[in-house]
């Protein structure tokens, strides 16, 4: 077995649902399919909004305790704030070319992601299985998930 | 750099892509195919001539863009071209590298 130290699977964990952490999170396994380097995501607390099928349409990006953003906090959290900044960055996305978070996880299933669901974040949230986007690939525990990252040459990484 | 495939005397870059189309030939994507470990059949042809196509156009090529051409899903261009599909699928059609992200 080559340990060239080349990257060969990506584990991604997804923590959170803002908009910006959820792009992040899907350009890096898409990104890694694109490389010929195989990728599965865990979606955990309120990164499962982000496979939530009601839910993952209107996710927003974090206005509030982000410096980056240049909207100074006080303002940040004013009524609206959220979903004019969403919109701006959703345009933006557009004229990239980057897919909405749907037609995302779309293109992450079939290019070969496993899309994974935490079973204590959906037991803490209370949802089933049938709230979730039809093409997850199924619900694990923590452990299970660990299982999968065997082998040489895995990487995980919290988002 | 200089290589030598099927014959002929080409020129690539430092990864293996060829920087001039002109001297692409159906041998030559052949012999790439080979290298890179794929067995070419008639499908994987009308994805590399669709991939000239959209080059010659001057089209930037995306995973997207691919899964709509309805040409071929995005699914099927991985299970032709497993390693990387986009990556893998210029080299053998003699066109850049493409350099988006997404």
Known sequence: MSSNGEIKKMLLILSKATLENVYAAFVLANGARSE????????????????????LEHLHVATVGNPAMHIPTMLGGLPGMEAIATKMMKSEMEKI????????????????????ACKLAMDMFHYKREDLYEEIDGVLTVGEFYGRGAGEGVHMLFI | ?????????????????????????????????????????????????????????????????????????????????????LKTSTKIAGIPKPASCI
Do not use: C
């Not at chain 2, 030598?4 to 790439?32: H, K, P």
């Open chain 1, 36 to 55: 010929g380097i195989e990728a599965e995501m865990f979606f955990t607390f309120f990164g499962l909004e982000a496979i939530h099928a009601k839910k």
């Open chain 2, 1 to 85: 750099m200089e290589k030598t495939v099927a014959g002929n005397t080409i020129q690539v870059n430092e990864e293996g892509y060829l920087t001039d189309f002109s001297q692409w030939t159906r041998e030559v994507g052949d012999e790439i195919a080979k290298e890179e470990g794929i067995v070419m059949t008639p499908r994987h042809w009308e994805v590399i001539n669709y991939l000239q196509e959209q080059h010659k156009q001057e089209t930037a090529l995306s995973i997207r863009r691919i899964g709509k051409s309805g040409v071929v899903d995005i699914k099927e261009f991985y299970a032709l071209f497993p390693k990387g599909p």
């Open chain 1, 97 to 116: 070319d980057m897919p909405d978070v749907r037609e995302f996880l779309e293109i992450l299933s079939a290019s070969g992601v496993k899309l994974w």
